[in-house]
């Protein structure tokens, strides 16, 4: 079983839709949680972390983290062209270590 | 926020020369850079982790003797590809972690051709 499991998509939606992007992961040592947004032959961006269980809000974006089901997730409201581009989650064990990746879910957000 | 300012962008170079790619943090001490190596449409995948002053841990599967990775100093972080082959095109990232960030920032990649 892999670290970290996220559906590559693509997912296409509407401009305007609210879009829901999904990762488990199986070690329960996992404590920080982050999402970062790629755009085309771009580094990640930094757009989430939390380290809890529940909702992170900010702007139209909210993460939000399930350790008992070891399930994180990221809404994305009102969803622009702007936003389309791959998502990664990323999850760190304690201590200075490598962040452990999804495969990165690919959004296109149609006009 | 945390800054990693990461050099060339893009580089083009013929089989069998050498590559040096450059990540600096710009507002934090890096005590580890890790770095990163991307395929099309793929993840990120960690070539290897660099701590300040010490010798790489290199992945399993990744060339110590190809990929050379200097970390003189906080700030500053090395990758050479050394004798590149068309194998080794790819997009390269490195991500530095301090105390208050761990590996949150990411440099801009190095998008190498090699030809």
């Not at chain 2, 995948?45 to 990744?62: F, P």
């Not at chain 2, 003189?72 to 082959?85: C, K, M, N, R, Y």
């Amino acid at each position: 079983q892999k670290e970290v499991e996220q559906d590559p998509g693509p997912l296409s939606v509407p401009e305007g839709a609210i879009v829901s992007l999904n990762c488990t992961y199986s070690n329960s040592a996992f404590q920080y949680f982050m999402w970062y947004r790629q755009y085309s032959r771009k580094g990640p961006e930094l757009l989430m972390y939390t380290y809890s269980s529940g909702n992170k809000e900010d702007g139209r974006f909210t993460a939000q983290v399930d350790k008992s089901s070891k399930y994180i997730s990221l809404f994305i409201r009102d969803s622009q062209p702007s936003d389309s581009a791959t998502y990664l989650c990323a999850i760190s064990r304690p201590g200075n270590t490598p962040l452990v990746f999804g495969k990165g879910t690919r959004l296109s957000v149609i006009a | 926020g945390a800054v990693v300012s990461q050099h060339p962008s893009w580089v083009i170079c013929k089989s069998g020369t050498s590559v040096k790619i450059e990540c600096r943090s710009l507002d934090f001490q890096a005590t580890t850079m890790f770095w990163y190596r991307q395929f099309p449409k793929q993840s990120l995948m960690l070539m290897a982790t660099s701590n300040e002053g010490s010798k790489a841990t290199y992945e399993q599967g990744v060339e110590k003797d190809k990929f050379l990775i200097n970390h003189a100093s906080l700030t500053l972080s090395t990758l050479t590809v050394t004798s590149a082959h068309p194998e080794d095109s790819s997009f390269y990232i490195c991500s530095g972690s301090g105390a208050a960030n761990y590996g949150y920032t990411f440099g801009s990649g190095t998008r190498l051709t090699v030809v």
